[in-house]
């Protein structure tokens, strides 16, 4: 499945932004999804995930209680909602997909990357 996400921009601490990744292909609805990130001079980080129903979801403790991750299959896209945003959330966000019911918390879960997307939180 090729991925394409969308939605990153600047935004100053406190406020939200949401990520759309848009996936092609019939088989959508059979990948686990997750989103990850990497800030400038890090590794790339998990962020959150969910099942190919969406039924589960797991995210980092980081993000947990401030993101939230849905997908909508007849659409064939996976969101990241982001609220109360923190100057350390400033990374590239990429999404992922994995051919599987469930998901993985590793990148090398995960055989299909979107290019990413740039979010950036001023203080």
């Known amino acids: 499945v090729q991925l394409q996400a969308s939605g990153g921009g600047l935004v100053q601490a406190g406020g939200s932004l949401r990520l759309s990744c848009a996936a092609s292909?019939?088989?959508?609805?059979?990948?686990?999804m997750g989103w990850f990130r990497q800030a400038p001079g890090k590794e790339r980080e998990f962020v959150a995930a969910i099942s190919w129903s969406g039924g589960s979801t797991h995210y980092a403790d980081s993000v947990k209680g401030r993101f939230t991750i849905s997908r909508d299959n007849a659409k064939n896209t996976v969101y990241l909602q982001m609220n109360s945003l923190k100057p350390e959330d400033t990374a590239v966000y990429y999404c992922?997909?994995?051919?599987?019911?469930?998901?993985?918390?590793?990148?090398?879960?995960?055989?299909?990357w979107g290019q990413g997307t740039l979010v950036t939180v001023s203080s």
């Open positions: 992922a997909g994995r051919r599987s019911r469930d998901y993985g918390t590793a990148g090398y879960d995960y055989s299909d």
């Open positions: 292909g019939r088989t959508f609805s059979s990948y686990a």
